[in-house]
């Protein structure tokens, strides 16, 4: 190459890494449904990465975060480059009316196939499961979905209703679309007198106070009253667990769309990864540890769920669940 060129290439490469340093720069707006503590950790490790990111973010259930948003978009002034919310239900509804950003770049090659969207518009940080809890009181020690449904279990049972709680409507969803219980199974939790009322909290202490014996419910919550001392137990049923994933995605509205991205591979690196397991969730990373307590990766057994059919049944299962257990 000649001195030219060579002072050419410099001068290229100078350029180059003027222009992905302040790539990660600005501001960077994140909604997100985060528990506070959660979203505090996740933003001050960001910037321990990328410190020239003033990074403003808001807090609420998802729920209430996509009211927000709604509002937002109906007005014309979506504000938040980036979402960070329990489940990839919802962000096939984003996707579907145009509203994320495709990043087909993200670094997702060790992660395995399904947790992202294949078009690269939200992407999955964590497993967040629901499977059976019990009371290590209780004479029976499930090991199955069908174990809930037993004469053993007859008025024991309690459960988040799909009605208040989004990760019950995915978890209502994913057992109904898989063959060996479909929609019978949750007929026959109302025949055995489950009681399907409220979200995961109450579940949890109905089970924990002995109020009921056994019980649907996310993973952590039980894992962590256990390490407290708490008489419960989690259980992966041997048919699989329910699971939602905690998607991020960049909104097409995006005003720092670099920035946005920068987010996101801090989310789906190791280090982000690490993160969310040292917060006491699964991480979606293969090769990061669960946290103490927590089944092996190998045993997460998950059954499939095809969130854009989720989508499209969403009302329709709500109805028929309300039906079925009369509410």
């Given at each position: ?85 329990a489940d990839a239900v919802t962000m096939e509804g984003l ?74 409507l995915i978890h209502l969803a994913t057992l109904t679309s ?150």
């Amino acid at each position: 190459m000649t001195r030219f060129g060579t002072t050419i290439g410099l001068v290229l490469a100078g350029l180059l890494a003027f222009s992905a340093a302040h790539a990660t720069s600005g501001k960077l707006v994140i909604y997100t449904s985060q528990p506070n503590k959660d979203a505090q950790q996740t933003v001050d490790a960001f910037n321990k990465v990328h410190p020239d990111v003033e990074v403003e973010w808001i807090r609420d259930g998802t729920t209430k975060v996509m009211a927000k948003l709604r509002a937002e978009m109906a007005a014309g002034t979506p504000n938040p480059d980036v979402l960070l919310i329990a489940d990839a239900v919802t962000m096939e509804g984003l996707k579907r009316d145009g509203h994320l950003m495709a990043y087909p770049d993200a670094p997702v090659g060790a992660y395995p196939a399904g947790l992202h969207d294949s078009a690269g518009h939200y992407f999955g940080t964590k497993l967040i499961t629901t499977g059976i809890v019990y009371n290590t009181n209780a004479p029976m020690k499930p090991t199955s979905w069908q174990d809930l449904v037993t004469p053993e279990a007859r008025g024991l049972v309690a459960m988040p209703s799909p009605l208040y709680s989004g990760a019950a409507l995915i978890h209502l969803a994913t057992l109904t679309s898989a063959p060996e219980l479909g929609w019978q199974y949750y007929e026959d939790l109302a025949a055995n007198e489950a009681r399907a009322k409220g979200g995961n909290g109450g579940t949890l202490k109905a089970v924990a106070g002995g109020e009921k014996l056994y019980g649907m419910v996310i993973d952590f919550l039980p894992i962590r009253s256990k390490a407290k001392g708490s008489p419960v137990e989690f259980v992966v049923p041997e048919e699989g667990l329910s699971a939602i994933s905690e998607p991020v995605a960049i909104l097409s509205t995006a005003k720092n769309p670099q920035a946005a991205r920068a987010f996101v591979d801090f989310l789906l690196s190791k280090e982000g990864q690490e993160l969310a397991a040292s917060q006491g969730y699964m991480p979606a990373h293969p090769d990061v540890a669960p946290p103490a307590g927590f089944p092996s990766s190998e045993s997460m057994k998950i059954i499939p769920l095809d969130a854009e059919m989720a989508l499209a049944n969403a009302e329709q299962n709500k109805k028929m669940f309300a039906e079925v257990f009369g509410e």
